[in-house]
């Protein structure tokens, strides 16, 4: 597709349960990021991943948390026995490899957890 | 470590006056610095960066930005506001010199244009 792709848009959950997310970047763009939004906050980085390369985990919360990239193109976020403080607007973006080039955003995936 | 600041939780003006949105930064080598706009239950719009160059930086929308290191700032401006320049603005900050490739956001600053 032309840009990035999130599924689903929108998830509500009940606190407890396991949920993934899905993300797939824009074709021919090697790095990928997963960011979170609360409400009424700015993003907090979770996730980053480079071709071939070990990803970079700094950013996850928790060990609930983890990401996988399949082939170097699609993306899935997993939170096991989500909380409410999990809830949030997850992000995902791709760019080209190589020098500071700006991330592409997708239009993210609601979590909702009750 | 990297970070960016935007001071402002809200900044509001008046349609077809100048409109500036702050942001400083803090890196220890050289930054990347971005500018991104959010319009509601949307993902985010890149709008500008500097990377290197001249520190005025032209972007989408009429937007401007200019660089000035010894400030670490990177503001965000456009001469003549347009209600529909409503939306949340992020700052965002990478460090050339670190193997980090991962953007650092501000807080946000939400824009409102009164017409």
């Known amino acids: 597709g032309a840009g990035v792709s999130q599924s689903p848009s929108n998830k509500v959950t009940e606190k407890g349960k396991d949920v993934e997310l899905r993300c797939d970047p824009i074709?021919?763009?090697?790095?990928l990021y997963w960011y979170r939004q609360s409400l009424g906050q700015g993003l907090e980085f979770l996730i980053y991943?480079?071709?071939?390369?070990?990803?970079?985990k700094s950013g996850l919360p928790s060990d609930r948390f983890s990401a996988e990239r399949t082939g170097g193109s699609v993306s899935t976020l997993t939170i096991q026995r989500t909380q409410q403080e999990d809830s949030a607007v997850y992000l995902c973006?791709?760019?080209?490899?190589?020098?500071?080039?700006?991330?592409?955003f997708g239009e993210g995936s609601r979590l909702t957890v009750l | 470590a990297q970070s960016v600041a935007q001071p402002e939780d809200q900044v509001n003006v008046a349609e077809g006056n100048p409109l500036t949105v702050k942001c400083t930064y803090s890196v220890s080598g050289n930054p990347y610095l971005f500018w991104y706009v959010q319009y509601p239950n949307r993902g985010l719009q890149f709008l500008l960066k500097y990377i290197t160059g001249d520190n005025l930086v032209k972007g989408s929308y009429g937007f401007e930005a200019e660089f000035n290191k010894s400030q670490t700032s990177f503001h965000l401006k456009k001469p003549s506001a347009l209600v529909s320049d409503s939306a949340l603005y992020f700052c965002a900050v990478r460090d050339e010199d670190t193997g980090r490739r991962a953007l650092t956001f501000g807080s946000g600053t939400r824009l409102q244009v009164q017409p």
């Open positions: 074709s021919g763009h090697t790095a």
């Open positions: 991943f480079q071709g071939n390369s070990a990803p970079d």
């Open positions: 973006a791709s760019r080209l490899a190589g020098g500071p080039g700006e991330l592409f």
